[in-house]
């Protein structure tokens, strides 16, 4: 569920490392969750999404892991560069009953990348 | 190709004047519609969604309200702004199926 009130986590990491950053969701009707980054000052840009019909998906240097078991998320970013400081969301699309489609945010991480 | 527009980019506003931020979208018919605050270093948090015209649900007892008057047009509004109605906000789409969700570039409202 959403968690708007608390403070952001963070995570640092030095330039090469690989970072992972977690999320946990709420709806076990969701089938289907997206990552997002996001800037400061702007709006939240997509990275990677994930079918619940599936468990891992990769793309250009990233690679999202989808545990239904215990509804959980992760997002695996390898060879973190400085450009990789942002922050990062978890989304869920709800699958079914009146709330179909809606689009509800995690709690975000803020990932710092050290030269 | 899509695009959504949102506006103003900054807004300054008395405590008890009335807001009206509009969104719209282009390039798609029939969207899910968002919006969505921000406080700053907290995460997203979903305001009201629509999934077509005159279909608003509304997500958190606020002093905020939302209207769809047309298919691709999101207009959040509120009759007497408060202080803690300051924040980032952010206007989003996304389509009826399993798509990503495209976001505004944000409107940071500053309530004085």
């Known amino acids: 569920g959403e968690s708007v009130g608390l403070h952001l986590p963070t995570l640092s990491v030095q330039e090469g490392d690989n970072s992972i950053i977690n999320c946990a969701y709420s709806?076990?009707?969701?089938?289907?969750f997206i990552w997002y980054k996001q800037e400061s000052g702007k709006g939240p840009q997509f990275i990677i999404d994930?079918?619940?019909?599936?468990d891992k998906r990769q793309g250009q240097r990233v690679t999202v892991l989808l545990n239904k078991t215990v509804k959980h998320l992760s997002l695996q970013i390898a060879a973190t560069q400085p450009g990789d400081s942002a922050v990062y969301f978890c989304?869920?699309?709800?699958?079914?009953?009146?709330?179909?489609?809606?689009?509800?945010f995690g709690q975000g991480t803020i990932l710092t990348v050290h030269p | 190709s899509q695009t959504i527009h949102q506006w103003p980019a900054t807004l300054v506003q008395p405590v008890g004047s009335p807001l009206s931020l509009e969104c719209t979208v282009e390039?798609?018919?029939?969207?899910?519609l968002y919006w969505y605050r921000q406080a700053a270093g907290r995460g997203l948090q979903l305001l009201f969604y629509?999934?077509?015209?005159?279909?608003i649900s509304s997500e958190v007892p606020q002093n905020l309200s939302a209207s769809r008057p047309q298919d691709r047009q999101f207009i959040l509004s509120s009759k007497k702004l408060l202080l803690s109605d300051s924040g980032f906000y952010l206007c989003?789409?996304?389509?009826?199926?399993?798509?990503?969700?495209?976001f505004g570039q944000g409107t940071r409202l500053t309530v004085v």
């Open positions: 989304a869920e699309r709800n699958a079914g009953g009146t709330s179909y489609g809606k689009l509800t």
């Open positions: 390039g798609t018919s029939n969207p899910n």
């Open positions: 709806n076990s009707a969701s089938d289907y």
């Open positions: 629509s999934v077509g015209i005159g279909q």
């Open positions: 989003a789409w996304s389509g009826q199926v399993n798509t990503e969700a495209f």
């Open positions: 994930i079918r619940s019909n599936m």
